[in-house]
Every structure is written in structure tokens, then in C-alpha cells.
């Protein structure tokens, strides 16, 4: 059974953070599209094999929703960077002025590893 931590730790890879200190943040993120691969799939507990599909979509997602953070910044590009997933794109340029509805963001995330996420999901019947 993969665990929130096996995340984090790619994560952590992926974005080339070198401490902790954004951890906090991301555990939000990783803990909120655990949430929606389980919603979409209608499963309980994620299988080993959404480990990396999981991993890729939090990294999506704190891409889409901080491109104005430096560390998440510097693995897109630099300031003049655009993020695309999907219909979303949200540029890395200006810095601080930067809103973005992290819904539209995180539920395109999502729309856009359908392909993946079919494979593990269940009916569900009833209310």
C-alpha cells in the first residue's frame, strides 16, 4: 500500500527542493488529490499502481497553483515561464500579483489523468 511519504519523496525529487521546509504546503496538495483519486475512483485505499501517477499529479498541481514560489518557479523555467495542463496556464512572470482558483486548477489535474485513473476506477451504487 503506497503512503503519503513515498509521495512526498518524489515530490521533493521531482520539484529539486532541498529541505523540508515546503513540506507543510505540499502535504496539502498530496493530501488533496489523494482525496480526489479516491472520490473519482470511488476506492478507499490507492493501489501501488497510482504511485507515480499520484506523485505526478501533485507536482501538476503545485505547479499550476505556486509558479510564484522560487523553488516550484525554478523547475518550470524561470520568472518568464508558462504552465499549461491542459485548458489552464497560469505564467510565472510578475511574481506576487499572481490569483489563481486552485479548484479550476487541481479539477483539470485531475481531467487530465483520466486516462490513468480509469484503469482503478469502481462503480459506485448508491448514495
Request: proline share 3%; glycine share 10%.
Amino acid at each position: 500500500m503506497i503512503a503519503a511519504k513515498d509521495v512526498w519523496e518524489i515530490v521533493k525529487l521531482r520539484l529539486d527542493l532541498t529541505d523540508d521546509s515546503r513540506k507543510p504546503l505540499i502535504d496539502t496538495y498530496i493530501a488533496e488529490i489523494e482525496h480526489r483519486i479516491k472520490h473519482y475512483c470511488n476506492i478507499r485505499r490507492l493501489p501501488d499502481g497510482l504511485l507515480y501517477v499520484w506523485a505526478s499529479m501533485v507536482v501538476d498541481a503545485v505547479r499550476v497553483d505556486l509558479p510564484h514560489v522560487d523553488e516550484i518557479d525554478d523547475t518550470v523555467g524561470g520568472q518568464s515561464a508558462n504552465v499549461k495542463v491542459g485548458d489552464t496556464s497560469v505564467s510565472g512572470s510578475g511574481g506576487g500579483g499572481l490569483t489563481n482558483t486552485a479548484k479550476t486548477g487541481i479539477d483539470q489535474v485531475v481531467f487530465n489523468y483520466k486516462a490513468d485513473l480509469n484503469r482503478y476506477r469502481r462503480l459506485g451504487w448508491g448514495p
